[in-house]
């Protein structure tokens, strides 16, 4: 089964970047849309962004227009670009299929940490 692991999260100042990457330990083609997901203490993990095979994207309302999603099929690996960082969008963040596509193995996590 393929595990997932991201990498790239980190501190950073509001209105600063991040990008973070996710590797599969296998193929991801074989998943229709796969997505971000950001946690925060005793919340649920939240969908933030998706992306399909064929490049088309969704967005959380609130981060449309600051982060950009991306895939590498021949790498196995997931990208989010995150521009503009506010003090919310401070969490831990996954990948996996996106919704009911979420059957790989889900990894630790990046933590991204955005405050002054």
């Known amino acids: 089964q393929v595990q997932m692991m991201e990498s790239g999260g980190g501190w950073v100042q509001p209105g600063g970047s991040l990008r973070l990457s996710c590797v599969g330990s296998g193929s991801i083609a074989g998943t229709l849309i796969m997505g971000w997901y950001r946690q925060t203490p005793g919340n649920q993990r939240d969908l933030v962004a998706g992306v399909s095979n064929s490049g088309a994207t969704i967005y959380a309302e609130s981060v449309k227009g600051r982060f950009t999603i991306s895939r590498d099929n021949a790498k196995n690996t997931l990208y989010l670009q995150m521009n503009s960082l506010q003090s919310e969008d401070t969490g831990v963040y996954y990948c996996?299929?996106?919704?009911?596509?979420?059957?790989?193995?889900w990894g630790k996590g990046t933590l991204v940490t955005v405050s002054s």
């Open positions: 996996n299929g996106a919704g009911s596509e979420a059957n790989y193995i």
